[in-house]
């Protein structure tokens, strides 16, 4: 090695019978130090995905709003050229302890974390304070084309998404989680235990009725609220009526209330246990809490609907080939049924839906 070199103070570890090594690095670094392959190259001849502009955003955005309140998990790379490691001690537990020097003409490829390294060099221009921070390595030494690949397919190929729903009960700070959170305490069918917390789904035997991400949708729909939008007193108190209200005139919601119907039992026979109906709900109800304040008045008689999956007019709705559908369309369709139902009026999105639909099915 020539005397021009990186220097990082570094831990040392052994997997594989490998060593790799764990460093600091500062952000306004990342955009000099790390490079990753250019998209132009044809996929079997690169390490990693190309990387999706899209994502970038999203990041850039996360750190610049929270840059006293982010996190970062660790970039993945591979040195591709020479590198050394001199241990404080060459016994003990400091043996691994020490500063790694990476030559100068050496190229440190991503492996996994190509999109926040394009996220921090954007944030760093909206946000020059962020420079000053640092992110944690991980480095190998480059085992080649063929090992990179494997390496970026074994770091992937066991990542799993939290839920949706859990991903709502942990986050702080999207005023629409934050709402929801309040609602399964306050409103009394989300209550009690009836939301599922942790999936997206709900098993068969399961005491759960609506889980928390079927209500956050509802809700969103209810109070035409998107991601990160402001939610108001109003907005909130608003939610806890509609909803309580809801529960207090559906009578098999307040069965279940009172003990007197079993979830599984709902579930399995009636529509309005599930998270298409729900979400119709709420777009009902945005549409009667924009027209009036009276709106419980344009709402009487929605326990007089037939909410029964044996019910024809869901098929083809709410139930799409013998199963509840989260669609889009069937969500727009099963609240245009509960419009009809009502006597409510349709806007012209809904009409030209139900016409369309209405051809498609011969009717």
Known sequence: MNGNTYQFPAVRGIQAGREYYVVMCPLKRVSRLFVFNDEEVPADMRAQRVLNQARVPDITRYLVTNHEDYVLSSITACIDGEAK?????????????????????????????????AAIIEAIKQCPKLSHESISVVLFMDGGLKRSQQW???????AVRPSRSIGILYDGREPMSRLCRDLIRDVPIFSNGLTELE????SN??????T???IHQATAALLSKSKNDSITLEDAQLAIHY????????????????????????????????????QAMGI??????QRSDNWKSDLRGIDKINWLRSNSIWQGNAIVHGKMSKSNESVTMTAVIIK????????????????RLAVYSGK
């Open 199 to 202: 999936k997206t789904s709900i």
């Open 284 to 289: 009902v109800g945005k549409m009667v809490t």
């Open 340 to 355: 009809l139902a009502l006597g409510l009026p349709l806007n012209s999105d809904e009409i030209t839906l139900q016409n």
């Open 243 to 278: 909803w309580t209200y809801l529960g207090d005139v559906i009578s098999e919601w307040k069965a279940v209330l009172s003990d007197e119907m079993k979830t599984s039992e709902l579930r399995e026979e009636y529509v309005h246990a599930h998270g298409v109906v729900l």
């Open 85 to 117: 490691f001199e241990p404080v001690t060459s016994k003990g537990d400091q043996r691994n302890l020490g500063t790694l020097h990476i030559d100068m003409d050496s190229r440190i490829i991503v492996n996994d974390g190509q999109h926040r390294r």
């Open 152 to 158: 970026f397919a074994d770091l992937n190929k066991h």
């Open 205 to 210: 035997r399961s005491k759960k009725l609506f």
């Open 212 to 214: 928390l991400s079927a």
